[in-house]
């Protein structure tokens, strides 16, 4: 399963019921070694050279989904990052909100020397 965040559902029904503005964010791809839910939570990778990585490029949405343009890579661990499991898309380089999150598809474990990459249209938000 993947979705929006209650955070980012909340954000879209206001903008457009009760015309309260909300402009895009950015969008910082984050990686979890435990899943996150609508309501947040999960385990976001730390430590060992982890940061997320900023993607603007999205396809145009269809049929209820879309999914990253062009590659998106991560800097080489200094260690351990553990078995990466889900992505999350924030709206903050740190802290910040998740506005949405999926499954990775194939569980991969990241140690030095191990690049975390995702080819273009290998994350997939779609909305239930």
């Known amino acids: 399963m993947a979705g929006f ?11 457009i ?10 969008k910082y791809v984050g ?8 309501a947040g939570g999960g385990t ?5 050279g982890y940061a997320r990585e900023l ?12 999914s990253n343009t062009g590659a998106i890579t ?11 499991t889900h992505f999350g898309i924030f709206d ?15 569980s991969k474990a990241i140690t030095i020397g191990d690049v975390a990459s995702f080819a273009s249209g290998t994350l997939t938000i779609t909305l239930d």
């Open 5 to 15: 965040s209650d955070f980012l559902e909340n954000e879209i029904l206001d903008h």
């Open 17 to 26: 019921f009760n015309g309260s503005a909300y402009a895009s964010p950015s």
């Open 31 to 38: 990686l979890f070694t435990a899943a996150p839910s609508d």
């Open 44 to 48: 976001e990778v730390s430590g060992n």
């Open 55 to 66: 993607h603007a490029a999205w396809a145009v949405a269809s049929g209820g989904g879309t």
């Open 74 to 84: 991560f800097d080489n661990p200094s260690g351990s990052w553990g078995t990466i």
């Open 92 to 106: 903050s380089l740190s802290g910040g909100n998740l506005l949405a999150w999926g499954s990775v598809g194939t």
